[in-house]
């Protein structure tokens, strides 16, 4: 928690700095009030005295009570704004954190994981800024002030109030030991919770399509279930504080008076009065001291989850980044649109196989280079390398004759046009999705994007929604077909008019005329623009000035098609399975 407080700025320092101000005034005509109490009592016990002294000393004492009201009121509102910005900040840091993220780091945290560390963490560290603040500074200077104000009156009243203190800390302290390891069990079980919210909610066609509902609705309450009777576990402990914090106040306001009885009877004529006014103010003064260790259980309940959060929100910021930023940020060599892999191989950081095994080949501009191979034959993690969504375990990738590690990232990317294996689109409209993300500090124009629409196949449909380039585009694009979501996605690189075109099998949802028509545009769109396209179809890519074949994660076969037929062994079984031997002379 502490690392996390040193997040605060100079301008929350001076708030807080405010507020404990406030706050020592609050307490200050708090604790005045029980004297004027007192001075009343004595007064109405005496004769002889007037009204007018006893309207006076009530009258300081509403005005007390209206000033701890107007000071209440300045922390409750300073300490609420500290703690809404100071949250706003941890939720961006952390939001910039994830997304410099590599797969690595995503993977390690999981999804559902970084989505409750962003909200549910957070609010709690939120929660406890905001109450627990004004009680941290409160409850201390309360307690203090209070058992300076009463150490003189009764060592038996005294003694009574601290053997009272120590029951309260000992229930506090044994509820603690017993809640707070169960904690963070509690926000696992939100990360899994959530992850099988989200699991059910994406996969919920797959989910109606095979009768699935009560499996998952099972699934879901299991989790639910475990997460709710550890709850209810830890509220039930909590539940036993109050009463027991009620039973001591109303145990301890009674044994003053009941001591106090004893002591009044005893005393002398004279010092009746006086011992009487001083059991009003000891009472008085005793309950706030009890009324402050109230306010320290608060702070116990809210604390051992808020530690809990705070430690799992540090975890993410304090996360090494793997893919460290190079330099380069601008083209140093006469390279334009060039991709070499020098002697490549590459494992993922927990696995103990290399998926790659020494893969080179170069990729000149305007060429298109293909990539061939059965499932799992590391096609798509090969050409998720250029990128840098992870880095080489051996070898080197250059783009332009430039390690892609001494690059700065932001300008790698924009050498480069990704369309993804799973086409991606966000929320928004059909524009918005086109001219997605920066360019070089560059405006994408209307006419960029309808061209790019055209090239992509996807005109005919985008002209007959409702409103055209302007209509809605929900979340993850699931108002649209998926080779209508392809298509978009390829226009989204296109648009961006880059030096390298990357398609991670980007084609598969077309149907072959689209797929044809949509290749022959875009050679005649892209020009100069180098292409790597990762297919399953021999059809797609049998066009292709270079052909990469791989199985087991190793190149078995570099060449053109007609080359491979007759070179490639694994080439020819892949060709012959989808195309017959007529199709394949052409």
């Known amino acids: ?150 150490l003189n009156k009764s060592w038996q009243w005294s003694s009574i109030t601290a053997a009272c203190v120590v029951i309260l800390l000992s229930v506090v302290g044994f509820l603690m030991a017993i809640v707070v390891p169960k904690f963070k069990i509690v926000q696992k079980l939100t990360d899994k919770l959530n992850d099988v919210t989200r699991e059910n909610l994406t996969g919920i066609r797959v989910v109606r399509a095979f009768n699935a509902e009560k499996y998952q609705e099972e699934k879901f309450d299991d989790v639910n279930n475990e997460l709710t009777n550890l709850q209810l576990f830890i509220q039930k402990k909590f539940a036993i504080m109050q009463p027991i914090m009620y039973i001591v106040l109303y145990f301890l306001t009674l044994a003053i008076y009941f001591v106090g009885a004893y002591l009044i009877r005893d005393a002398g004529l004279m010092d009746k009065v ?165 360019k070089d500090g560059k405006e994408i124009t209307r006419d960029a994007i309808k061209k790019a629409i055209e090239v992509a196949q996807a005109k005919e449909f985008v002209e007959k929604m409702d409103n055209q380039y302007d209509s809605h585009i929900a979340s993850g694009g699931t108002n649209v077909s998926g080779g209508q979501k392809q298509r978009l996605s390829i226009a989204r690189a296109v648009a961006r008019n880059p030096e390298i075109y990357i398609f991670d099998d980007s084609f598969s949802a077309l149907d072959y005329k689209t797929d044809a028509v949509l290749r022959k545009e875009l050679k005649k769109y892209t020009g100069d623009s180098t292409s790597l396209i990762v297919a399953q179809r021999i059809g797609t890519i049998m066009n292709s000035d270079k052909i990469i074949v791989l199985e087991n994660g190793e190149q078995v076969g570099t060449g053109t098609h007609k080359e491979l037929l007759k070179n490639c062994k694994v080439y020819k079984q892949i060709a012959t399975s989808q195309l017959s031997e007529e199709e394949l002379a052409k």
């Not at 009204?51 to 300081?60: C, D, V, W």
């Not at 209206?66 to 509102?77: A, K, M, R």
Request: with cysteine; glycine share 6%; charged share 20%.
């Open 274 to 438: 006086t011992l009487f006014g001083d059991m009003v103010v000891f009472s008085s003064y005793a309950i706030h001291v009890i009324i402050s260790f109230l306010m320290l259980a608060l702070i116990f309940m809210m604390l051992p989850r808020a530690q809990v959060s705070a430690k799992r929100i540090n975890e993410v910021l304090e996360t090494e980044i793997t893919i460290k930023d190079g330099n380069i940020d601008k083209n140093t060599t006469n390279e334009v649109g060039t991709v070499e892999f020098k002697n490549v191989s590459f494992k993922y950081p927990d696995a103990d196989e290399y998926l790659l095994k020494n893969i080179s080949f170069k990729a000149n501009k305007g060429e298109t280079v293909a990539f061939i191979g059965s499932t799992g034959s590391g096609k798509s993690t090969l050409i998720n390398l250029i990128p840098r969504f992870y880095d080489v375990t051996e070898g080197e990738i250059l783009v332009d004759g430039v390690n892609v590690k001494d690059y700065k990232q932001e300008f790698l990317y924009n050498k480069i046009g990704y369309v993804p294996q799973k086409a991606v689109l966000f929320d928004g409209t059909v524009e918005s999705n086109i001219s997605y993300g920066d």
């Open 1 to 150: 928690m502490i690392k996390l407080l040193r997040r605060l700025t100079m301008k929350d320092c001076i708030f807080i700095l405010v507020c404990f101000i406030f706050i020592i005034a609050q307490v200050a005509l708090d604790l005045k009030m029980p004297d004027f109490m007192s001075e009343i009592t004595v007064l109405v016990k005496t004769e002889g005295n007037h009204m007018g002294e006893i309207l006076k000393n009530g009258g300081f004492m509403l005005a007390c009570a209206f000033g701890s009201f107007v000071f209440t009121v300045l922390v409750g509102y300073i300490v609420s704004v500290v703690a809404a910005n100071f949250s706003k900040r941890i939720r961006k840091a952390l939001f910039t954190k994830v997304e410099s993220f590599s797969m690595s780091e995503v993977k390690a945290f999981s999804t559902s994981s970084l989505i409750t560390r962003s909200t549910n963490d957070i609010t709690q560290v939120e929660m406890l800024m905001a109450m627990g603040l004004q009680l941290a500074i409160k409850v201390p200077i309360t307690a203090i002030w209070a058992i300076t104000k009463i």
